[in-house]
Every structure is written in structure tokens, then in C-alpha cells.
């Protein structure tokens, strides 16, 4: 019964979703109040059905109703119930479902939110975001619906991909998503001024905060989803480069530049047509992500749905979305008044070159990941492209990137002053340099690529500490979008020293080693003291203990597991880490060679839990940025002049 | 108006190649060795743990490199068409025995029959990376110049063999 009461909500929705994606648009563009008026509880009653449907679905998986062919196909009654519950997003089926919920809150959350702006401009948003909704909900409904029957019901579930069985699997997914789905948010913000003709600094000021909001869960979702490879997969490997690694990727570097776009858009009015285009991209690539791995286009660890009439019916939505709104862009984009003018030497060209080499960066990604599709497509053979393309092409387009980083925020915007510039980021400069040249020494390996590394990081790190001592000294009061960003770029310093430092100095070595004996890297002993059969929720193990000392200090105590969990039957190799600020010690299992002797890979990675932590910082900027007061204070000073807004609505 | 046009020209570019892209199968992965050459190794034989083997030695002659290991299950599916294919005589077979133990190798052997002219012990699978092992059991038809010709990830069944294999080694051979 539950699950048929969701199907039905889930049908219910697509109707709403239809009435949201249509009437309002068309109420827009003939003044009709009565239609648009209809935009905002047609969005919130799609939230609230969705939810619901959402909800049956989590009730099946946690009541184990093995009827449903979802829930015997990805779950089991052994499995320990918070898995269960995240097992709701774990299948193909599911994890759309969730998109959509996704779709649905941040269409509550415009509706909410949006007191400030013009009832029709309200209106094409959601109307807009309604059409992104029917595709959707159709691809679920008539593809992979989530409620499908099993009938005879299974007497017990397959089980969850032992891989998926990890708290970090329980965050991630609906941390990515919120991003995805959020950059649905600016698109449908570009896709409304276009349609409507009002590209201005205004509309630049509304998308802002909510590209903001995306980008944030953007940069957690895949910091989250680089931390669970990290420590689940057992290799200590951070970032793969894996398609779908890449396809969450993506987006994000265009909603990176979309970001620093809409900056210059709201401030100078410039770069709207660019601003628009990486709005409509950002999406895009979201959806394009989607399809690379829904559709099983490319072979990956996490392409499991692999149905052609699916990926058919992505492509298609595809080409009608991104096709369309592009369509729109070519023919209207054109008739955008050009911005206020400025010089070489200013923030405006700067953020610019940024936003163009991010989007470069992007490209040479999206090459990477659909080139062996390309190839394939052409007859000319299949082909994988690994990580050294990806670091080879990836690092010399972010090494000026992140030196623009440093200058942009020291140079005033339309004609900036080379001199005053230079005298502004000496300081920085000379220590970065500084410590670029002597910081390798003190790890006790100079290596150019290393210093060049210390180098971008140091100088985006000291140059974001310039700005903030110059403000605080000059300007009586700072925004938090100031702090917002020098706290962002900060992360993005920690983060290039991080990974600068991990990829220089780590250290790792495949021992074999019997109970009693002992291998050394890094300065620390390994003590390998044996392995005993442990029993889990929904798995057996073995369970090594290692004991870790330095200079005959005990550092820890490490147990690395071997885990056979009993539905699924693959061996799963769980990791022990020690967390340490200045470095981890990283042991992972590896086979049973007779005798109580084990191959054992140990790995010391000095400052990697800095890459996450300068993620964070990125994401808290982001948070800063995204609560300045002007936001708020701009929709409230709307919403308190009602006829402020109407003038505006009926000017354009 | 003409420049806004590129992204929507870009687009549609890739449309296409999504849409052909679909129609593939991404599992069938031909190797980048072919029309290579095949990578020098120099190894222990596996039956005579003394003596060495590399592929140069078999220059002039057309002949069949099979990775096989005892704990691989698929191989065992393989096995007894190797066997046949043996007693015919036509195509030398070579196995590279990868990443196992010498001891249950052998013993595999003894009990399975052994098709192959000799194999050699890979045991640490570093030979098996510069051939791109996939899974076991690969099969590499190498010519008399020591090129790669043909690759098989997973198992040959008689078919195979027939319409591909055995009549390309035969074009080869001339």
C-alpha cells in the first residue's frame, strides 16, 4: 500500500509540475496576474508530495519491504538501520529521486524567499525550474520507477554495495546534489531575464546568493565524496579523477566562474552575456553529469544503471534543456547592452581571465572524460585517459588562475594602478617566494614542481592577508562578502599547499610481514602484532592490529580490516588511519600469505587532511559571503515597498 | 548575434557524439598494444624455475601468449579448448602464469593438463601491468616479428577461435 501511495504522490507532482512549468511562464509574458500567481503553490505542492514520496520510499527500505524491487535489490534485513535509510538513495531509482526532492526544496526555497522580486520574474524562475521538474519526474515515473513491485516478494535483499555501507555515503549524496540541483537555482534566474530582456545589476544581485548557497553544497558534496574515497577504498589515493569524480567537477568550476562573473555583473554591470552563459553552463554540466552517470555512457565504479532506453531518454531531455535554453541565449544574448567600460589593468579583467580559465579548465576536463567517447564514437578505438592527462593539462591552467586570485582583490575595478598594486602585494610576495625557495629544505627535498606548488599557495594564502589587513586599516566597515571571500581564496591556499605536500612527500611501502615483526617509513615504526577474525552486523573480518611508535614513543594503534560482507560475498579492504594535523599513518590489509603473515601497504601523508580542511574553508567563505547583509536588507527594503517593485516590473 | 551562436554549435557536436556513444558497449575494450610491439620481458620459466624466457625467443614464429593463474575460474572454462588446440600442433601456446604461486600452479597443471609449450611465473604481475592485464584469463596473438595482433579479455570459446583467431594466424604465418 505505502509504496503505491508513493507512486501516486510522485504522479501528482507531475501534474503540478506541468501546471508550474507552464501556465506561469505564460502568464509572464501576457500580464496575466492569475497565472503567475499560480507558480509558487504549485512549487510548494510539489515539494510537499515529492517529500512524500520520498518518505514511502525510506518507510519500504526501512520496514524491509522486500516487495518493492528496489528494496530487495539494494538492501537487507541485516543490514544496520541508518544504512537502510540511506539505502533509499544508494540505487539508481532512489538517488533520482532524491534530485528531485532536491529540486523541490530549492523551488520552496525560492518561493519563500523571493518577496523581493517582481511577481513575473518570480513566475519564470519557477516556471523554469518546473520544466527542469517534469523531466525529472517523467524519467523517473516511466523509466525508473522507484516503487516497482517484486512479486513473489524476495525472502531477503541483495544488500547495499558494501561500498555505499559508510557514514561518509550517508552525507554525500545529498550534499552533491543540493549542489547539482541548486544550480538550477541561477539558471533558471538566467533563462527568466533572458526570456523577459532585463539583464541588469539587479538580477546579478538576486542570483548571487543563491549561486552562492549551490556553489557551497557543491564544495562540501565533493570534498565529502573525496574524503569517503580517500579512507573507504583503501588505496589513499584523494581524487581519482574518475569520470563521475569529474562530472561533479565540472560544475563546479563553472559555478566558480559563474560566481566570480556575477561579482563583476552586479558591481560594473559588464560581462552579462558571459555571466547568462555560465549560468546556463553550470547547469548544463549538471545535467550532462547526470547523464555520464546515469546513462552507463562510460564505464565507471559508480555507473551502475546501465539501460539504454534510460540514456536515451536523458540525452533527449538533455538536448531539449541545454539545447533550448542555448538556442534562447543565441538569440537573445545579442540584444544585451554592452557594460560600463574598463581597463586592461583592472579587478573587471581580471576576474574575467579567471572566469575564462576556469571555464578553460573545465573544458579540458570535459575532453578527458568524453575523449575515449569521442574516439569510440569515431571508430577510432577505445581508449581510457588516466590521471597524468588530467594533471598535466589541469595544474598549468589553475597556476595563473590562482595568481590572478592574489592580484584581483588588490586592484580597483574599471582602471586599476600598477604601481599602488605592486606596493600593495611586495610583502606577499617576498614571502612567498621566500617560502617557496627554503620550506622544501625543512622537509629535506628541493624539487622545482614542489617550490612551484609552495609558491601558488603561499602567495594566494599572504595576498588574501594583504587585502584583509589593507581593509581593516582603510575602510571604517567591511561586508562579510569581503571576508567571505578572502576566507575562500585563503582555502584555496591550504588547500594547494596540501596537496603540494602530499603529492611531494608522501611515503608509502607494500610489506610482508609476520606477527612480532616490524617495518619502518617516515621515521615511524610499524609493528604488525597479527590478525584475528572479528564478526560485524552484516559481515565477517579480519582484523590486523598495528602498532605504531616513533623513537620508541607508541603513536597509535591501528586495525586495518579485510571485510567479507555475507550477501554480496566481494572482499572489502577497510583502511585505519590515524588522523594527525601534520600527517596520516595509513595501513590497509592486504592478503593472508600463510603462516599469520600478511602483505600490509603502510602510507605516512604529511598535511593531507589540510585538502579537506582548505575545502572547508572555501565552503564557510561561501557561507560568509552568501549572508552579507545587502542581500537581505535589499528584499527586505522591496518587500516593505511594494510599489518600488511594481514600478520596476512595469519599467521593463 | 553570430557569436552566440558557438555554444549552441558546441552543443549540438556533442549531442551527437553522446548519441552514438550510447549505442556503445563500454566493456569491450580493444587493447592500445595492438600493431605494437609485444613488451619485452625476461622471466623464470614456471616448469624449470632455472631457466629464463623472453619473447624474442620465439621470433620467427606465430604464436599464442595466454595469461592464466590457478585461482583465476574463468581459466579453467578456457582450459580444455587450450588443450585441444595443443594437440593439433598448429599455434604454439605460451602462458604467462600471473600473480600466483608457483607450487599451485603447477599442481593445476598436473591436474588440468598442460596446453602450453612452457609458461612463466609473473608472479608479482609486473609484466601483467605493461600488457595491460584486464582480468584473467587475456590472450595476445603475437606475429613473427613479434607484434601484437590480436587481443581477447576473458575467455575464447570455440567460435573464437575459428572465425578469428586460427585464420588470422594463418594470413600472419604466410
Same mark, same amino acid.
Given at each position: 500500500?505505502i509504496?503505491?501511495?508513493?507512486q501516486?504522490?510522485l504522479?501528482?507532482?507531475?501534474?503540478?509540475?506541468?501546471v508550474?512549468?507552464t501556465?506561469?511562464?505564460?502568464?509572464?509574458a501576457?500580464?496575466?496576474?492569475?497565472?503567475?500567481?499560480?507558480?509558487r503553490?504549485a512549487?510548494?505542492?510539489?515539494?510537499?508530495?515529492?517529500?512524500f514520496?520520498?518518505?514511502?520510499?525510506?518507510?519500504?527500505?526501512?520496514?524491509?519491504?522486500?516487495?518493492v524491487?528496489?528494496?530487495?535489490?539494494?538492501?537487507?534485513?541485516?543490514l544496520?538501520?541508518?544504512?537502510?535509510?540511506?539505502?533509499?538513495w544508494?540505487?539508481?531509482?532512489?538517488?533520482?529521486?532524491?534530485?528531485?526532492?532536491?529540486?523541490?526544496v530549492?523551488?520552496?526555497?525560492?518561493?519563500?524567499f523571493?518577496?523581493g522580486?517582481?511577481?513575473?520574474?518570480?513566475?519564470?524562475?519557477l516556471?523554469?525550474?518546473?520544466?527542469v521538474s517534469?523531466?525529472?519526474?517523467?524519467f523517473?515515473?516511466?523509466t525508473s520507477?522507484?516503487f516497482?513491485?517484486?512479486?513473489?516478494?524476495a525472502m531477503?535483499?541483495?544488500?547495499?554495495?558494501?561500498?555505499l555501507?559508510?557514514?561518509?555515503?550517508?552525507?554525500?549524496?545529498?550534499?552533491?546534489?543540493?549542489g547539482?540541483?541548486?544550480?538550477?537555482?541561477?539558471f533558471?534566474?538566467?533563462?527568466?531575464?533572458?526570456?523577459?530582456?532585463?539583464?541588469?545589476a539587479?538580477?546579478?544581485?538576486?542570483?548571487?546568493?543563491?549561486?552562492?548557497?549551490?556553489?557551497?553544497f557543491?564544495?562540501?558534496?565533493?570534498?565529502?565524496g573525496s574524503?569517503?574515497?580517500y579512507?573507504?577504498?583503501?588505496w589513499?589515493?584523494?581524487?581519482?579523477?574518475?569520470?563521475?569524480?569529474?562530472?561533479?567537477?565540472?560544475?563546479?568550476?563553472?559555478?566558480?566562474?559563474l560566481i566570480h562573473?556575477?561579482?563583476?555583473t552586479?558591481?560594473r554591470?559588464a560581462?552579462?552575456?558571459?555571466?547568462?552563459?555560465l549560468?546556463?553552463?553550470?547547469?548544463?554540466?549538471?545535467?550532462?553529469?547526470?547523464?555520464?552517470?546515469?546513462?552507463?555512457?562510460?564505464?565507471?565504479?559508480?555507473?551502475?544503471?546501465?539501460?539504454?532506453?534510460?540514456g536515451?531518454f536523458?540525452?533527449a531531455?538533455?538536448?531539449l534543456?541545454?539545447?533550448?535554453?542555448?538556442?534562447?541565449y543565441?538569440?537573445?544574448?545579442?540584444?544585451v547592452a554592452?557594460?560600463?567600460?574598463?581597463?586592461?589593468?583592472?579587478?573587471?579583467?581580471?576576474?574575467?581571465a579567471?572566469s575564462?580559465?576556469?571555464?578553460v579548465?573545465?573544458g579540458?576536463?570535459m575532453?578527458?572524460? $568524453?575523449?575515449?567517447l569521442f574516439?569510440?564514437?569515431?571508430?577510432?578505438?577505445?581508449?581510457?585517459?588516466?590521471?597524468?592527462?588530467?594533471?598535466?593539462?589541469f595544474?598549468?591552467?589553475?597556476a595563473?588562475?590562482?595568481l590572478?586570485?592574489g592580484l584581483?582583490?588588490?586592484?580597483?575595478?574599471?582602471r586599476?594602478?600598477?604601481?599602488?598594486a605592486?606596493?600593495? $602585494?611586495?610583502?606577499?610576495?617576498?614571502?612567498?617566494?621566500?617560502?617557496?625557495?627554503?620550506?622544501?629544505?625543512?622537509?629535506g627535498?628541493?624539487?622545482?614542481?614542489t617550490?612551484?606548488?609552495?609558491?601558488l599557495?603561499?602567495?594566494?594564502?599572504?595576498s588574501?592577508?594583504?587585502?584583509?589587513?589593507?581593509?581593516?586599516?582603510t575602510?571604517?566597515?567591511s561586508?562579510?562578502?569581503?571576508?567571505?571571500?578572502?576566507?575562500?581564496?585563503a582555502?584555496?591556499?591550504?588547500?594547494v599547499?596540501a596537496?603540494?605536500?602530499?603529492?611531494s612527500?608522501?611515503?608509502?611501502?607494500?610489506?610482508?610481514?609476520a606477527p612480532g615483526?616490524?617495518?619502518?617509513?617516515?621515521?615511524?615504526?610499524f609493528?604488525?602484532?597479527?590478525?584475528?577474525?572479528?564478526?560485524?552486523?552484516?559481515?565477517?573480518?579480519?582484523?590486523?592490529?598495528?602498532?605504531?611508535?616513533?623513537d620508541?614513543a607508541?603513536?597509535?594503534?591501528?586495525a586495518?580490516?579485510?571485510?567479507?560482507?555475507?550477501?554480496?560475498?566481494?572482499?572489502?579492504?577497510e583502511?585505519?588511519?590515524?588522523?594527525?594535523?601534520?600527517?596520516?599513518?595509513y595501513?590497509?590489509?592486504?592478503?593472508?600469505?600463510g603462516?599469520?603473515?600478511?602483505?600490509?601497504r603502510?602510507?605516512?601523508?604529511?598535511?593531507?587532511?589540510?585538502?579537506?580542511?582548505?575545502?572547508?574553508?572555501?565552503?564557510?567563505?561561501?557561507?560568509?559571503?552568501?549572508?552579507?547583509?545587502?542581500?537581505?536588507?535589499?528584499?527586505?527594503?522591496?518587500t516593505?515597498?511594494?510599489?518600488?517593485?511594481?514600478?520596476?516590473?512595469?519599467?521593463? | 548575434?553570430k557569436?552566440?551562436?558557438?555554444?549552441?554549435?558546441?552543443?549540438?557536436?556533442?549531442?551527437?557524439?553522446?548519441?552514438?556513444?550510447?549505442?556503445?558497449?563500454?566493456?569491450?575494450?580493444?587493447?592500445?598494444?595492438i600493431?605494437k610491439a609485444?613488451?619485452a620481458?625476461d622471466?623464470?620459466?614456471?616448469?624449470q624455475?632455472?631457466k629464463?624466457?623472453?619473447?624474442?625467443d620465439?621470433?620467427?614464429?606465430?604464436?599464442l601468449?595466454?595469461?592464466?593463474?590457478?585461482?583465476?575460474?574463468?581459466?579453467?572454462?578456457?582450459?580444455p579448448?587450450l588443450?585441444?588446440?595443443?594437440?593439433?600442433?598448429?599455434?604454439?601456446?605460451l602462458?604467462?602464469?600471473?600473480?600466483?604461486?608457483p607450487?599451485?600452479?603447477?599442481?593445476?597443471?598436473?591436474?588440468?593438463?598442460?596446453?602450453?609449450?612452457?609458461?612463466?611465473?609473473?608472479?608479482?604481475?609486473?609484466?601483467?601491468?605493461?600488457?595491460?592485464?584486464?582480468?584473467?584469463?587475456?590472450t595476445?596473438?603475437?606475429?613473427a616479428q613479434?607484434?601484437?595482433r590480436y587481443?581477447?579479455?576473458g575467455?575464447?570459446t570455440?567460435?573464437?577461435?575459428?572465425e578469428?583467431?586460427?585464420?588470422?594466424?594463418?594470413?600472419?604465418k604466410?
Amino acid at each position: 500500500m505505502i509504496p503505491e501511495l508513493g507512486q501516486f504522490a510522485l504522479l501528482l507532482a507531475l501534474a503540478l509540475a506541468l501546471v508550474q512549468g507552464t501556465l506561469p511562464i505564460v502568464g509572464a509574458a501576457r500580464r496575466q496576474p492569475a497565472l503567475t500567481a499560480l507558480a509558487r503553490p504549485a512549487a510548494q505542492g510539489q515539494f510537499v508530495f515529492v517529500a512524500f514520496a520520498f518518505g514511502c520510499l525510506a518507510w519500504s527500505f526501512y520496514a524491509n519491504d522486500f516487495s518493492v524491487l528496489n528494496v530487495a535489490s539494494n538492501s537487507n534485513s541485516r543490514l544496520p538501520t541508518a544504512y537502510r535509510v540511506a539505502a533509499t538513495w544508494g540505487s539508481h531509482e532512489g538517488s533520482l529521486l532524491l534530485w528531485v526532492l532536491m529540486l523541490t526544496v530549492w523551488m520552496v526555497a525560492v518561493s519563500a524567499f523571493s518577496g523581493g522580486l517582481p511577481e513575473d520574474m518570480v513566475a519564470r524562475i519557477l516556471g523554469v525550474m518546473g520544466l527542469v521538474s517534469v523531466g525529472f519526474l517523467s524519467f523517473l515515473l516511466f523509466t525508473s520507477n522507484p516503487f516497482e513491485r517484486l512479486l513473489p516478494a524476495a525472502m531477503d535483499g541483495r544488500d547495499l554495495n558494501p561500498l555505499l555501507q559508510d557514514p561518509g555515503m550517508v552525507f554525500h549524496p545529498p550534499m552533491l546534489y543540493m549542489g547539482y540541483v541548486g544550480f538550477s537555482v541561477a539558471f533558471a534566474f538566467a533563462i527568466a531575464a533572458l526570456l523577459d530582456g532585463r539583464l541588469d545589476a539587479s538580477w546579478a544581485r538576486w542570483s548571487r546568493p543563491w549561486t552562492t548557497a549551490a556553489w557551497i553544497f557543491l564544495t562540501l558534496g565533493i570534498a565529502l565524496g573525496s574524503f569517503w574515497a580517500y579512507y573507504e577504498l583503501g588505496w589513499g589515493g584523494w581524487w581519482f579523477w574518475d569520470p563521475v569524480e569529474n562530472a561533479s567537477f565540472m560544475p563546479w568550476l563553472a559555478g566558480t566562474a559563474l560566481i566570480h562573473s556575477l561579482a563583476v555583473t552586479e558591481k560594473r554591470g559588464a560581462f552579462k552575456s558571459w555571466t547568462v552563459l555560465l549560468a546556463i553552463l553550470a547547469f548544463s554540466l549538471s545535467l550532462l553529469g547526470t547523464f555520464l552517470v546515469r546513462s552507463g555512457v562510460l564505464t565507471s565504479v559508480h555507473a551502475f544503471a546501465t539501460d539504454p532506453r534510460r540514456g536515451v531518454f536523458i540525452l533527449a531531455f538533455l538536448a531539449l534543456v541545454i539545447g533550448g535554453s542555448l538556442a534562447l541565449y543565441a538569440w537573445r544574448a545579442g540584444k544585451v547592452a554592452p557594460g560600463a567600460r574598463f581597463e586592461l589593468l583592472s579587478r573587471e579583467s581580471m576576474l574575467l581571465a579567471n572566469s575564462v580559465l576556469l571555464l578553460v579548465a573545465c573544458g579540458a576536463v570535459m575532453i578527458g572524460t $568524453l575523449y575515449p567517447l569521442f574516439l569510440d564514437a569515431l571508430n577510432l578505438g577505445k581508449i581510457s585517459v588516466g590521471p597524468p592527462y588530467f594533471e598535466s593539462v589541469f595544474a598549468p591552467l589553475m597556476a595563473p588562475a590562482i595568481l590572478l586570485a592574489g592580484l584581483g582583490p588588490l586592484v580597483a575595478w574599471r582602471r586599476g594602478d600598477g604601481a599602488q598594486a605592486a606596493r600593495r $602585494l611586495r610583502w606577499a610576495a617576498i614571502a612567498a617566494l621566500l617560502a617557496a625557495l627554503f620550506l622544501p629544505l625543512a622537509f629535506g627535498r628541493w624539487a622545482l614542481l614542489t617550490s612551484i606548488g609552495l609558491l601558488l599557495g603561499c602567495w594566494i594564502l599572504f595576498s588574501s592577508l594583504s587585502a584583509l589587513v589593507l581593509r581593516t586599516r582603510t575602510a571604517s566597515r567591511s561586508s562579510m562578502a569581503f571576508f567571505g571571500m578572502v576566507l575562500a581564496h585563503a582555502g584555496i591556499g591550504v588547500f594547494v599547499l596540501a596537496v603540494t605536500l602530499v603529492k611531494s612527500y608522501e611515503a608509502e611501502r607494500d610489506v610482508r610481514l609476520a606477527p612480532g615483526q616490524s617495518a619502518e617509513l617516515g621515521g615511524y615504526a610499524f609493528r604488525f602484532e597479527g590478525v584475528r577474525d572479528v564478526t560485524g552486523p552484516n559481515y565477517v573480518a579480519a582484523r590486523g592490529t598495528v602498532a605504531v611508535s616513533k623513537d620508541g614513543a607508541a603513536v597509535a594503534r591501528l586495525a586495518p580490516e579485510k571485510r567479507i560482507y555475507h550477501v554480496q560475498k566481494n572482499p572489502m579492504t577497510e583502511a585505519a588511519i590515524d588522523y594527525g594535523a601534520a600527517r596520516h599513518l595509513y595501513v590497509s590489509l592486504g592478503d593472508d600469505v600463510g603462516g599469520g603473515a600478511w602483505t600490509l601497504r603502510i602510507q605516512v601523508k604529511p598535511f593531507i587532511g589540510w585538502i579537506w580542511g582548505g575545502c572547508l574553508l572555501m565552503a564557510l567563505g561561501g557561507l560568509l559571503a552568501a549572508s552579507d547583509r545587502r542581500y537581505r536588507t535589499h528584499a527586505r527594503s522591496n518587500t516593505l515597498a511594494p510599489e518600488a517593485t511594481t514600478v520596476r516590473g512595469s519599467a521593463a | 548575434m553570430k557569436r552566440f551562436l558557438w555554444p549552441l554549435a558546441i552543443f549540438v557536436l556533442l549531442v551527437g557524439f553522446l548519441a552514438v556513444g550510447l549505442r556503445r558497449d563500454p566493456r569491450e575494450v580493444p587493447s592500445p598494444l595492438i600493431g605494437k610491439a609485444a613488451p619485452a620481458f625476461d622471466l623464470p620459466v614456471l616448469e624449470q624455475p632455472g631457466k629464463r624466457f623472453s619473447p624474442a625467443d620465439m621470433r620467427g614464429k606465430v604464436w599464442l601468449l595466454n595469461v592464466w593463474a590457478s585461482w583465476c575460474e574463468s581459466c579453467r572454462d578456457e582450459h580444455p579448448l587450450l588443450v585441444e588446440l595443443s594437440r593439433k600442433g598448429t599455434l604454439p601456446i605460451l602462458g604467462l602464469n600471473y600473480k600466483d604461486k608457483p607450487e599451485d600452479a603447477r599442481l593445476w597443471l598436473t591436474r588440468f593438463g598442460d596446453p602450453y609449450q612452457l609458461s612463466v611465473a609473473d608472479a608479482d604481475g609486473r609484466i601483467g601491468i605493461d600488457y595491460g592485464v584486464y582480468g584473467v584469463p587475456e590472450t595476445y596473438l603475437i606475429d613473427a616479428q613479434g607484434v601484437i595482433r590480436y587481443k581477447r579479455i576473458g575467455v575464447i570459446t570455440p567460435a573464437l577461435l575459428q572465425e578469428k583467431i586460427l585464420p588470422l594466424a594463418a594470413t600472419l604465418k604466410k
